[in-house]
């Protein structure tokens, strides 16, 4: 049935003539005519009128639009956000490109907005997108998921919503808790009836239509909340208008634009080991205003769990409350910069430490961000006035925005991607190889090291021999396991797959089977509460047969702290880590494969003592010296005496008067002790400060330590030699 004969049909139902009609939903009778004579259609405000003047159900009104003309409402940009860089999102992109070449995948660690990826959108390839609320995941998969959804069947949802008469629907959440206070009674009606009606029709919708139609229900309802545009309160004592309309967001073609889109609701300091991109971009909440309870509201619509609410703002118990809103901020943003695996980072900051409101000061000085990322590569700055959000209590004069952008890296000697070790050894080099390396010598015969631990120095030496130890047996059975299956690395992978099928291990690189309910109750931890059953069963296993090495390598990487740890029957007993076999392990077990393939490599697990004394050095060797440290308390390092201290620098001396080239990294001074044998042992030799930050970011208190390296050549007081 075409539009001309339903609207005579209504007509001839109801026993009325065209004028008649036409009055009964105020237009022109000429307008009827053409509509019932087929040379226009009705708009969509008139289908509206005709469906509440003859009482009409929206289902069968949907009949008179030609769904296929419809617009959408809402860019990704339409929201109010606190923080939005909206704003300066063309200075940040110009900003991006020019200073990050060679880029194709772009990483927004805190989204929010979204609006910075979103300008971005024609630059790169991949992208990563992360936020804590869960009303910001939703969002972002309703404007990228790589999935299709059926414009016309979102629609009809539209019309059905646009529809309604809000005085006749029956009470809700909504409206029994939100009603006449965020939002005009009946406006709040209807947002919890769509909210309901979404929920109850998602088995009829695919995941990328059901988040387009949660997220156009958000965008509409924020359009008409009675607030200053975040949800911290409402204002009392006011008139609230009847404005609310469900509109539909435009969401993009992903698969037409072929682009990927990888999307992540979880805490950016353990998302940031699990993933890798070319540029990493920050924009961390600064000051203590938590966004999950700034806008509350949201999340509690968006998750639908209808939780008690609390206090004047109507708040449920507090969830997902950022560590950077807290005092550790600054120990959280170090702990998620050393953890980044990519080429740029850019930061986002603003100056609004001096402001008077203490919820708006900032958890992180300007200083702190120059000295953190100035560690991890040379930083360049750039900024902007631009005035700051003002919730009425604070004056801020002389506000700027600033972008940090840091090339990783780029201080390191060697232009060559870092090797990093495949064990994530705890103490383990990595990060520190760019420091060390201006330091090392170039010309190296035999790399001597007889603590070697994961390896990640070796892996970044260029030398023609590797003579290579550690006390710890185990360690040095998983290297010459992965040297044997550096030549068969499919076979390796086979076997790996085939283990992690046994067990029904997690394993992210290639496969997500960990529950949707299992992430939402336990967004922090549920690679531990998945893995848990299997990984005890896998532990067994190996204490009743240890010669299986490959099922050890993979204890160590599903397991706390991917540490190496046996009781006192010698039997593994390291519980299950939040942690699984990820794309950065598969990464670091090829970078290791490709290395060690056709190299001269020796190893044994002695007595450092005795290993030192069966060395034949010659005066192009060189040996590198990572001990356990005399006064920090990590577990390794408790087994280490004094006189093991002695004794070491004791052989370090007997090798310096033979000339042989040594460096030994140590920690000379910490919080409460200082190692005043090592500190007092290294003035003869040559000393250079190390930045180190073996740190926890849930441990805020104020660590004071200086680690160390201490070499026998190049300025050295004694001989004058030259490397």
Request: net charge neutral.
């Amino acid at each position: 049935m075409d539009v001309a004969e339903t609207i005579l049909n209504i007509i001839n139902d109801n026993n009325l003539t065209q004028q008649t009609f036409a009055k009964r939903i105020n237009v022109n009778q000429s307008q009827i005519s053409d509509w019932t004579s087929g040379k226009s259609k009705p708009s969509f405000d008139a289908i509206k009128d005709i469906c509440l003047a003859f009482n009409l159900s929206a289902d069968y009104v949907i009949g008179l639009k030609d769904i296929k003309t419809s617009k959408t409402k809402f860019k990704l940009s339409n929201r109010r956000y606190t923080g939005s860089k909206l704003r300066i999102k063309d200075w940040i992109k110009d900003l991006i490109t020019k200073n990050c070449p060679n880029a194709k995948s772009f990483c927004d660690i805190f989204a929010g907005t979204a609006v910075v990826s979103d300008e971005l959108l024609n630059e790169y390839d991949t992208f990563i997108l992360n936020d804590l609320l869960y009303s910001n995941e939703i969002i972002y998969k309703a404007f990228y998921k790589n999935e299709e959804f059926d414009l016309n069947k979102l629609f009809e949802y539209q019309t059905k919503y646009q529809l309604l008469n809000k005085d006749n629907l029956i009470e809700n959440y909504v409206s029994i808790n939100f009603g006449d206070k965020y939002f005009e009674m009946g406006d709040a009606r209807a947002i919890g009836y769509i909210r309901q009606d979404i929920e109850d029709n998602k088995k009829f919708l695919n995941e990328r239509e059901y988040a387009i139609l949660l997220a156009s229900l958000l965008y509409s309802f924020d359009r008409c909340a009675n607030t200053v545009g975040h949800y911290e309160a409402y204002f009392k004592n006011k008139i609230i208008d009847r404005t609310f309309k469900f509109e539909l967001i435009t969401p993009y073609d992903t698969l037409e634009m072929n682009k990927k889109f990888c999307i992540y609701r979880r805490d950016a300091n353990e998302l940031a080991t699990e993933i890798s991109s070319d540029i990493v971009y920050i924009d961390p909440p600064y000051s203590s205003r938590q966004y999950s309870r700034f806008y509350h509201v949201l999340e509690n619509i968006t998750k639908w769990e209808k939780p008690k609410l609390f206090g004047s703002a109507l708040k449920p118990a507090p969830e997902n409350m950022s560590e950077y809103c807290s005092s550790s901020a600054k120990n959280a943003f170090r702990d998620l910069v050393n953890k980044l695996n990519c080429k740029y980072i850019v930061v986002s900051y603003n100056n609004t430490y001096n402001s008077k409101s203490k919820s708006s000061e900032n958890k992180m000085l300007l200083e702190d961000i120059v000295e953190i990322l100035s560690e991890k590569g040379q930083t360049k700055k750039y900024e902007m006035p631009l005035k700051a959000f003002n919730a009425g209590k604070t004056n801020i004069d002389n506000h700027k925005e600033l972008i940090f952008i840091t090339e990783v890296g780029k201080f390191a000697e060697s232009k060559k991607d870092l090797n990093r070790s495949p064990f994530f050894y705890v103490g383990d080099k990595y990060k520190l190889m760019p420091q060390l390396l201006k330091i090392f010598p170039k010309n190296i015969d035999t790399y001597f090291e007889p603590f070697c631990g994961g390896g990640s120095p070796f892996l970044n030496i260029v030398a023609n021999k590797y003579v290579l130890n550690d006390i710890d047996e185990y360690m040095i059975k998983l290297h010459k396991m992965l040297i044997n299956y550096s030549v068969m690395p499919d076979m390796f992978y086979s076997i790996i797959k085939n283990i992690e099928t046994e067990y029904n291990l997690s394993a992210s690189r290639y496969q997500d089977i960990i529950p949707q309910n299992l992430k939402d109750l336990n967004p922090k931890t549920y690679f531990a509460k998945f893995n848990k059953d299997a990984y005890s069963r896998m532990r067994n296993a190996f204490n009743k047969d240890k010669s299986n090495d490959v099922l050890l390598y993979l204890l160590l990487i599903y397991g706390f702290n991917r540490m190496l740890r046996f009781n006192s029957k010698g039997d593994f007993n390291l519980p299950v880590g939040n942690v699984d076999f990820n794309q950065n392990v598969e990464d670091a077990i090829n970078s290791y494969f490709s290395f060690v393939q056709n190299k001269d490599i020796s190893l044994s697990s002695l007595d450092f003592r005795e290993y030192i004394k069966v060395q034949r050095f010659n005066k192009n060797d060189f040996i590198y010296l990572d001990p356990p440290y005399l006064i920090t308390n990590s577990e390794y390092n408790k087994l280490w005496t004094e006189k093991d201290e002695i004794d070491l620098l004791t052989l370090l001396d007997e090798l310096n008067e033979k000339e042989i080239r040594f460096a030994i990294s140590n920690m000379i001074t910490t919080k409460e002790k200082t190692n005043e044998i090592f500190l007092k042992w290294a003035q003869k030799y040559n000393i250079y400060n190390i930045n180190s930050n073996y740190i926890s970011y849930h441990d805020n208190t104020n660590k004071i330590s200086k680690e160390v390296l201490v070499t026998n050549y190049d300025k050295r007081k004694k001989s004058g030699k030259k490397d």
